[in-house]
């Protein structure tokens, strides 16, 4: 519990984050907590069917230059490879501002 504390005893300070501390617990933070549970209880439950798909991914064949080449997708053409020209309507977002 020496962690929680505000001024933690023989604990090093690794960053400006270390000075961030919740002097109390509030309703607010409750509510937070709350919402936060079955997001973290969904992570959980998913995590058998997460390590089969990375599985399944690792185990799978993996693409090759050659292969992406003979789908076209390599060499990449030029035109792919500049910024796109700002459009009237992308020009007149930035006029806005």
Request: net charge negative.
């Amino acid at each position: 519990m020496n962690d929680r504390t505000i001024q933690p005893r023989n604990k090093r300070r690794t960053s400006a984050l270390d000075n961030i501390t919740q002097p109390s617990w509030n309703r607010e933070l409750t509510i937070e907590f709350l919402a936060l549970l079955p997001v973290l209880t969904g992570c959980v439950l998913l995590h058998p069917e997460q390590d089969q798909l990375l599985t399944d991914v690792c185990s799978g064949p993996l693409i090759d230059q050659a292969d992406l080449a003979t789908a076209g997708v390599l060499p990449v053409p030029e035109t792919a490879t500049r910024p796109p020209k700002p459009t009237q309507a992308g020009a007149q977002l930035l006029d806005d501002k």
